[in-house]
């Protein structure tokens, strides 16, 4: 058995799954995929509920499609058969998946919708994506469209839909139109999240199941806290 925080079989946050494909709604700190911190990886914790769940033999098949960034909240799809992997990689590669992230932000944006276009550049070292109007060398377009939806006594929410999959987009995106996402020291947030989370949540995911090739709508309810609640 796996024995961090983040990784009893019971508390993998299941929120569609069929034989084919598991959604989980992924909580900040865990990772999706194994990196150099060598922490247990999400990936690795959903293997194990579905050993324990099935009473499975041996080893578990297990593909990652895509991912979410460490502090951020929200739906992971996994691929639970080598059939319907390749598929699902394809489906996000070519974005063919409708993607709807909530985001809590200091600073009011201009307008109460609009699409954002810039150019990101990624510095490994600091592991950041910088925000330019127009392009640089090594840099790649980005596109989101958002829209304010609630407001809160000291933040706005934002519905976002990302047009395409950069290094932290959203993050950089926002934070180049002051928008600050609550928490985000990286970006300018002025303070923290206690627990070291971002209020950047991917709440929706709609596409045609790899296999089935039945449409799929997934929501993933946000967080537990006064912030998120007010949102609700």
């Known amino acids: 058995m796996l024995n961090n925080k983040y990784s009893t079989p019971k508390n993998v946050l299941v929120i569609y799954e ?5 959604a989980v709604n992924k909580r900040a700190g865990d990772i999706v995929q194994g990196d150099k911190t060598g922490d ?16 499975k033999p041996g080893n578990v098949y297990l593909g990652v499609a895509h991912r979410l960034d460490r502090p951020t909240t929200g739906i992971v799809v996994f691929a639970k058969t080598s059939k319907a992997l390749p598929r699902l990689n394809k489906l996000f590669a070519e974005k063919e998946a409708q993607k709807t992230y909530w985001a809590v932000v200091k600073g009011q944006p201009k307008k109460k919708s609009d699409t954002l276009v810039h150019w990101l550049k990624r510095n490994t070292k600091q592991n950041k994506s910088y925000a330019h109007k127009n392009e640089v060398n090594d840099s790649k377009k980005a596109i989101l469209e958002y829209t304010a939806i609630k407001k809160l006594d000291n933040y706005i929410l934002l519905s976002i839909d ?10 950089a995106q926002l934070a180049a139109i002051g928008c600050t996402i609550k928490g ?8 923290s999240n206690k627990d070291g989370s971002i209020h950047l949540h991917a709440r929706s995911l709609s596409f045609i199941h790899p296999v089935k090739k039945e449409p799929i709508h ?7 806290d006064a912030i998120w609640k007010a949102c609700l």
């Not at 247990?40 to 009473?55: A, D, G, Q, R």
């Not at 985000?184 to 303070?191: E, I, P, Q, T």
């Not at 997934?218 to 537990?224: S, T, V």
Request: no cysteine; charged share 30%.
């Open 162 to 171: 990302l047009k395409t999959g950069r290094h932290h987009q959203i993050r």
């Open 40 to 55: 247990i990886p999400l990936s690795e914790v959903v293997k194990e509920y579905i050993k324990v769940k099935y009473n």
């Open 18 to 22: 069929d034989n084919h494909i598991i």
């Open 184 to 191: 985000d020291l990286k970006y300018g947030a002025d303070r």
């Open 218 to 224: 997934i929501i993933a309810p946000p967080p537990n």
